[in-house]
């Protein structure tokens, strides 16, 4: 089930869902970009956000994917092409 983490600190996170109640009270959080799964419990539960408490330590995996920065420190112009 896709999540959108925010304010995870290191006895849990704020995750922002479409459906609450589609979460068990129990599961394994994977943070694809930082290649952990943390189990962890529900605390507490609103329409569109849960609490969860880490009950145990982030386990590493396999990278999934990859994080790309973009560098857009200069402004993209039509009059030239841009050097790669």
Request: contains cysteine; positive net charge.
């Amino acid at each position: 089930m896709d999540c959108t983490v925010r304010d995870m600190s290191e006895s849990g996170c704020r995750l922002l869902v479409a459906d609450t109640m589609a979460f068990p009270d129990c599961f394994e959080l994977l943070t694809e970009i930082d290649a952990i799964l943390v189990p962890c419990v529900v605390a507490r539960r609103s329409a569109k956000e849960l609490g969860v408490r880490f009950t145990g330590p982030g386990a590493p995996i396999a990278a999934r994917r990859e994080q790309i920065v973009a560098d857009h420190s200069t402004k993209p112009s039509l009059r030239r092409r841009p050097v790669l």
